[in-house]
């Protein structure tokens, strides 16, 4: 969502910050802007649109300054207005910026205004900067004034502020929002991501619920909810500058679908050094949680619910226990019926996705701390709520549409499986030794799959002038229709829905003519004949076939049906494999119609509000 960046230095921050922006806008966003501290006054620019129209502008104003605070927008309290963009201002004296929804912004906003303050924009966030003000004006420090502000606040934040009488200082507070500090030589800074200002430094502290702390150049010091001095671990980043960068790519999508087969061989790698499908992979005591678990509920949202969806199979079939599967944000919601034997799984590529957080905490008030998280990002919110934990290796994501991520959760979710059912007795070693050899094979079989790229955009063309598509698949593969269908109205915007092959006759068929292109995921498997009988009902009313069948499949081209074979079957990794095509698909539609792929309008990378 929003993205945060700030820093105080001995030298020009405005370059920093401006390039702090450009790496956080995968976070989506519709305005930017800064706000630096120099000869005594606040000084802002801000615009909607691209960064590079705010760093443009900047550049006219010829800013300069040792302290400033950076931030994109993305919009929920107030339209997408210059006046609604951050940062904020309060009296000409005191900026800052906010990621997070407050929720008793309403509440405050009256109140201020019976105190005498004006507000120029429709956002809950000009409250806070007001509510800091005014603490501020009955003599507290600018730390003190935060931290009495933000007692007051109901809802999520993740905060930044700057004032011109304490041109030494800056301060920032964190809750239910991502939010770090960077420590530097002389300077030192605060952002969203590390990928802000990881050209600057990669030592940084992650803040937890509740703090709030206070940087100048030459220090840094942390609070904890009490206001009461705390240290917090102080991590080196492995994010490289190299994995923010397009190298020989068009997108970030196309570079992050290109990484899959090093990024799962790298998450395999983990489970072949642990000897296997260890519980160990999960955590110290993951033996014992793992063995007393009978069920398992799985909880995400958007692609990773379908990451989710395809666990399920592989649960139930290697392990023998029941397993569901939420939407985090309906979970958290709903009168659930607590099993302390039930094992909640988390799944969240960057480890802050609200609703998902929510979700956890809300099963854990229900008594349930049998917890582990699959997560893409060390130090994230949810890992460090989960008893256990399971960090895929699947670098940087910088494309809003998910890719890698995607993959190696799935291989993720596999160790689990496997590794609940050898616990179970269900999996013995030699069943273990051929499962642990299709790992070795799949990246291998994902770059086969890669190589159908010119088949695939062939087909993309084909999709362009469409306004809808239908996606089918049956079993393990079913969400991966679900996802080809997800990705493909994510970045081209064309609408799709994915459906189970064999619910076609159940309402889906009367959408089918000769408009609405079908993508089929057929793969060699026990549902193969099942599948291409559902292909016959589709071509019977004139829909127009796209198949995605496996070199064994026996499925010929024919009059109004198109095919293209992956690598020979890979067995019950399928699924990962076929993920391949679907992204290729979904990303050269977007390129045909000429949209944003790696910003596409009105999402964002890391969910941070409801």
Same mark, same amino acid.
């Given at each position: 969502?929003?993205?945060?960046?700030?820093?105080?230095?001995?030298?020009?921050?405005?370059?920093?910050?401006?390039?702090?922006?450009?790496?956080?806008?995968?976070?989506?966003?519709?305005?930017?802007?800064?706000?630096?501290?120099?000869?005594?006054?606040?000084?802002?620019?801000?615009?909607?649109?691209?960064?590079?129209?705010? /760093?443009?502008?900047? !550049?006219?104003?010829?800013?300069?300054?040792?302290?400033?605070?950076?931030?994109?927008?993305?919009?929920?309290?107030?339209?997408?207005?210059?006046?609604?963009?951050?940062?904020?201002?309060?009296?000409?004296?005191?900026?800052?910026?906010?990621?997070?929804?407050?929720?008793?912004?309403?509440?405050?906003?009256?109140?201020?205004?019976?105190?005498?303050? #004006?507000?120029?924009?429709?956002?809950?966030? /000009?409250?806070?900067?007001?509510?800091?003000?005014?603490?501020?004006?009955?003599?507290?420090?600018?730390?003190?004034?935060?931290?009495?502000?933000?007692?007051?606040?109901?809802?999520?934040?993740?905060?930044?502020?700057?004032?011109?009488?304490?041109?030494?200082?800056?301060?920032?507070?964190?809750? *239910?929002?991502?939010?770090?500090?960077?420590?530097?030589? *002389?300077?030192?800074?605060? !952002?969203?991501?590390?990928?802000?200002?990881?050209?600057?430094?990669?030592?940084?502290?992650?803040?937890? #619920?509740?703090?709030?702390?206070?940087?100048?150049?030459?220090?840094?010091?942390?609070?904890?909810?009490?206001?009461?001095?705390?240290?917090?671990?102080?991590?080196?980043?492995?994010?490289?500058?190299?994995?923010?960068?397009?190298?020989? $790519?068009?997108?970030?999508?196309?570079? /992050?679908?290109?990484?899959?087969?090093?990024?799962?061989?790298?998450?395999?790698?983990?489970?072949?050094?642990?000897?296997?499908?260890?519980?160990?992979?999960?955590?110290?005591?993951?033996?014992?949680?793992?063995?007393?678990?009978?069920?398992?509920?799985?909880? !995400?949202?958007?692609?990773?619910?379908?990451?989710?969806?395809?666990?399920?199979?592989?649960?139930?079939?290697?392990?023998?226990?029941?397993?569901?599967?939420?939407?985090?944000?309906? $979970?958290?919601?709903?009168?659930?019926?607590?099993?302390?034997?039930?094992?909640?799984?988390?799944?969240?590529?960057?480890?802050?996705?609200?609703?998902?957080?929510?979700?956890?905490?809300?099963?854990?008030?229900?008594?349930?701390?049998?917890?582990?998280?699959?997560?893409?990002?060390?130090?994230?919110?949810?890992?460090?709520?989960?008893?256990?934990?399971?960090?895929?290796?699947?670098?940087?994501?910088?494309?809003?549409?998910?890719?890698?991520?995607?993959?190696?959760?799935?291989?993720?979710?596999?160790?689990?499986?496997?590794?609940?059912?050898?616990?179970?007795?269900?999996?013995?070693?030699?069943?273990?030794?051929?499962?642990?050899?299709?790992?070795?094979?799949?990246?291998?079989?994902?770059?086969?799959?890669?190589?159908?790229?010119?088949?695939?955009?062939?087909?993309?063309?084909?999709?362009?002038?469409?306004?809808?598509?239908?996606?089918?698949?049956?079993?393990?593969?079913?969400?991966?229709?679900?996802?080809?269908?997800?990705?493909?109205?994510?970045?081209?915007?064309?609408?799709?829905?994915?459906?189970? !092959?064999?619910?076609?006759?159940?309402?889906?068929?009367?959408?089918?003519?000769?408009?609405?292109?079908?993508?089929?995921?057929?793969?060699?498997?026990?549902?193969?004949?099942?599948?291409?009988?559902?292909?016959?009902?589709?071509?019977?009313?004139?829909?127009?076939?796209?198949?995605?069948?496996?070199?064994?499949?026996?499925?010929?081209?024919?009059?109004?049906?198109?095919?293209?074979?992956?690598?020979?079957?890979?067995?019950?990794?399928?699924?990962?494999?076929?993920?391949?095509?679907?992204?290729?698909?979904?990303?050269?539609?977007?390129?045909?119609?000429?949209?944003?792929?790696?910003?596409?309008?009105?999402?964002?990378?890391?969910?941070?509000?409801?």
């Amino acid at each position: 969502m929003c993205g945060i960046v700030g820093a105080i230095a001995h030298r020009d921050v405005v370059p920093l910050l401006v390039d702090g922006l450009k790496r956080l806008e995968y976070r989506g966003y519709d305005s930017a802007g800064i706000a630096v501290v120099v000869n005594d006054a606040v000084r802002r620019v801000r615009r909607t649109g691209r960064v590079s129209e705010m /760093e443009a502008a900047a !550049a006219a104003e010829g800013l300069d300054a040792q302290l400033g605070i950076g931030h994109t927008r993305w919009a929920t309290h107030g339209g997408v207005t210059e006046s609604n963009a951050h940062p904020h201002i309060s009296h000409g004296e005191l900026a800052l910026v906010h990621n997070g929804i407050i929720e008793n912004h309403e509440q405050q906003r009256e109140r201020l205004r019976a105190l005498g303050y #004006e507000f120029e924009s429709q956002t809950d966030t /000009e409250v806070i900067a007001h509510l800091i003000h005014h603490y501020r004006a009955q003599g507290a420090s600018l730390l003190g004034a935060l931290q009495q502000a933000v007692k007051e606040l109901h809802g999520a934040y993740a905060l930044a502020v700057v004032d011109k009488r304490d041109p030494g200082t800056l301060v920032a507070a964190r809750m *239910g929002c991502p939010l770090l500090v960077g420590l530097g030589e *002389g300077e030192n800074f605060v !952002a969203s991501d590390v990928s802000a200002i990881v050209s600057a430094t990669r030592r940084v502290i992650f803040l937890e #619920e509740g703090d709030t702390a206070e940087l100048t150049c030459e220090a840094v010091r942390v609070f904890d909810a009490d206001d009461a001095p705390v240290t917090r671990e102080v991590h080196v980043s492995d994010v490289s500058l190299a994995s923010l960068e397009l190298g020989p $790519y068009r997108h970030f999508m196309q570079k /992050e679908i290109y990484e899959q087969p090093r990024a799962i061989g790298d998450t395999v790698e983990g489970i072949l050094d642990a000897g296997g499908f260890d519980p160990s992979l999960f955590g110290k005591d993951a033996a014992q949680v793992l063995g007393d678990v009978d069920s398992v509920q799985i909880l !995400a949202c958007g692609t990773s619910y379908y990451a989710g969806l395809t666990a399920r199979y592989w649960i139930e079939a290697l392990a023998g226990i029941p397993c569901a599967v939420d939407i985090a944000s309906e $979970y958290r919601y709903r009168q659930v019926v607590a099993n302390p034997k039930q094992l909640i799984v988390t799944i969240s590529q960057s480890g802050e996705t609200l609703d998902t957080m929510e979700a956890l905490k809300y099963a854990k008030a229900q008594g349930q701390d049998k917890t582990l998280s699959i997560c893409n990002v060390p130090e994230s919110a949810i890992p460090r709520a989960s008893r256990l934990v399971f960090l895929t290796r699947a670098g940087a994501e910088i494309g809003v549409a998910s890719t890698k991520a995607f993959t190696t959760q799935l291989v993720a979710l596999f160790a689990l499986a496997v590794a609940l059912g050898k616990l179970r007795g269900r999996v013995d070693d030699a069943r273990e030794a051929a499962l642990l050899d299709d790992l070795r094979h799949l990246p291998g079989s994902v770059q086969h799959a890669l190589n159908l790229e010119p088949q695939v955009a062939s087909w993309a063309e084909k999709f362009a002038p469409r306004q809808h598509a239908l996606f089918l698949g049956r079993g393990t593969h079913y969400p991966i229709a679900l996802e080809g269908a997800l990705k493909l109205k994510e970045i081209s915007y064309i609408h799709a829905e994915g459906y189970p !092959a064999g619910e076609l006759k159940h309402g889906p068929l009367a959408l089918v003519d000769t408009q609405m292109p079908v993508v089929v995921i057929a793969p060699n498997d026990a549902l193969l004949e099942k599948v291409k009988s559902n292909i016959q009902e589709v071509r019977a009313r004139g829909g127009e076939m796209f198949v995605f069948a496996d070199a064994d499949s026996s499925f010929s081209e024919s009059e109004g049906v198109h095919v293209i074979r992956t690598p020979r079957h890979v067995g019950i990794l399928s699924p990962i494999v076929h993920a391949i095509p679907v992204q290729l698909l979904a990303y050269h539609a977007a390129l045909a119609r000429g949209t944003d792929v790696d910003k596409p309008r009105n999402l964002a990378k890391s969910v941070t509000v409801e």
